[in-house]
């Protein structure tokens, strides 16, 4: 489709108090390669911090976002005020912590057209608050005896035309507002159409999760029960029913439906090259076990082997420590800087120093609590420029991750050393030999932060066993790259 003839999508976004990934919300519309786009974004009552934020982003792309603004009425009465304000011929809806993929719109105009159908709603990937990866799924083509026993629509992943979407608007229940929608829609259009290509990822945050529980059961009943006109009987029923396929739904899409990942790894570290950007990172129980945090990032990842636990995952196992690979590091001349990332050290900058013959520039990051905190930390580096990070996994993973993040097109080597920088520069004592053959490391570095360490030494194991068990690493394909 020529850019002319492209008709105009409105992309309508419920705002409320959102702060840590409404940014990310934003950027993943604006970056949409169907660009004969709006967006509306609706300020649903949200506090002044965040009402001024909104109106300095509007003013930021005056020609691409509309903001409009209403007292707390909940996000089905603030999706009905985007739509009635919409210019758009399509309609797409995007929640404020959720994330489109970039062709998202395109790919699903082309089906529109290819198919004449009015209606489009597509597979998704889920993660989590800390941005783990819980699942994937699948959409399918729903008749109204489908879709009464199961909502499975993402939101996020629909595209309407305009002119449906306004004779059936959102309830304002504050849960299954977008079922009851679906539900009028479908008896009208007959069926709904799924496509099978992901297009959004989803975040499936657990905040007060008891009491949402009983919320959401209390409104699928009253989808059924006010908005069908079933008995209470019939009510009930498809209500228990809901949630028992709720199970299911959610079985597959923790175990079934993902797609097996490629990672990489070298069994080498002469191999490594600095052509592209990369995050290189230890390969152990530690990064195994948080796997699930790196599944959508896995092309930006190189690992090297550094744990026993490896073993059960890799072809080609050849144990190198963190501190020999810092040790035995040679850059080229393709690294034009280099920064020491995390905790402060004099030791360890000079050691770099020392050892690479050019200055090393330091950036000093706060102590996070969660892991969410790291994606607001924002730090530029140069282009060409290698950035060793110091502090604990998946922290620094999760902090390289941000740094290509805020640092597009530019090339960046990220290396997550941990605590491997610390022992070659003695600022932690080294592993006796004898306990590195026989894989007792981690008995050695109980010695200081003892509680700390166990602590996390046994959830780690209790992780990995579990991920071992339920074969979840059936999912991942590790493959050397030397």
Request: net charge positive.
């Amino acid at each position: 489709m020529e850019n002319k003839k492209r008709e105009l999508i409105s992309i309508i976004i419920p705002f409320y108090n959102q702060d840590v990934y409404f940014d990310s919300c934003v950027e993943s519309a604006l970056s949409q390669t169907y660009t004969n786009t709006e967006i509306i974004i609706v300020n649903d009552g949200s506090d002044k911090v965040f009402e001024d934020k909104l109106k300095k982003l509007q003013s930021k792309y005056p020609d691409k976002i509309k903001l409009l603004t209403q007292e707390n009425k909940g996000v089905g009465a603030a999706r009905n005020l985007g739509i009635e304000n919409s210019k758009g011929e399509y309609i797409a809806f995007l929640d404020s912590d959720d994330y489109w993929l970039p062709n998202k719109l395109e790919h699903q105009m082309t089906i529109l057209k290819k198919n004449k159908i009015n209606f489009i709603h597509n597979s998704y990937l889920i993660v989590n608050d800390e941005n783990r990866f819980i699942g994937k799924f699948i959409s399918n083509t729903l008749s109204y005896k489908e879709l009464i026993r199961s909502c499975d629509i993402g939101l996020s992943t629909v595209l309407v035309k305009s002119d449906l979407i306004k004779k059936h608007l959102f309830s304002t229940i504050s849960t299954k507002e977008d079922f009851v929608c679906w539900l009028s829609i479908v008896k009208e259009i007959n069926s709904l159409y799924g496509d099978q290509k992901e297009v959004m990822i989803y975040r499936d945050k657990k905040n007060s999760l008891s009491s949402s529980i009983k919320v959401k059961f209390i409104n699928a009943f009253k989808v059924y029960y006010k908005y069908e006109n079933f008995n209470i009987i019939f009510s009930l029923i498809y209500t228990l029913n809901l949630s028992i396929n709720w199970i299911f739904k959610t079985y597959k899409i923790i175990f079934k439906n993902p797609d097996q990942i490629n990672f990489k790894y070298l069994s080498n570290i002469n191999n490594l090259k600095f052509e592209e950007s990369y995050i290189l990172s230890a390969l152990n129980m530690a990064s195994l076990s948080n796997i699930n945090l790196f599944y959508l990032h896995s092309a930006k990842f190189i690992f090297w082997i550094d744990g026993y636990c490896a073993k059960f995952i890799v072809k080609m196992f050849n144990k190198v420590p963190g501190r020999k690979l810092i040790q035995d590091l040679k850059l080229t001349e393709d690294v034009k800087k280099i920064y020491l990332c995390g905790n402060n050290s004099k030791l360890q900058i000079n050691f770099l120093k020392n050892k690479f013959n050019s200055e090393i520039d330091f950036i000093e990051v706060p102590f996070f609590k969660e892991l969410n905190e790291i994606n607001k930390f924002k730090v530029t580096v140069d282009d060409r420029s290698l950035v060793i990070i110091n502090i604990s996994t998946p922290k620094q993973e999760i902090l390289a991750l941000n740094i290509l993040n805020n640092n597009k097109n530019k090339k960046i080597f990220l290396l997550c050393l941990g605590g491997g920088i610390s022992m070659v520069t003695g600022e932690e004592k080294i592993v006796p030999e004898i306990l590195e053959k026989i894989n007792l490391e981690w008995l050695w570095r109980l010695r200081s932060n003892t509680w700390f360490r166990l602590k996390r030494l046994v959830n780690t194991s209790i992780i990995f066993l579990f991920k071992i068990i339920f074969g979840y690493f059936d999912k991942t394909n590790f493959k050397n790259i030397d």
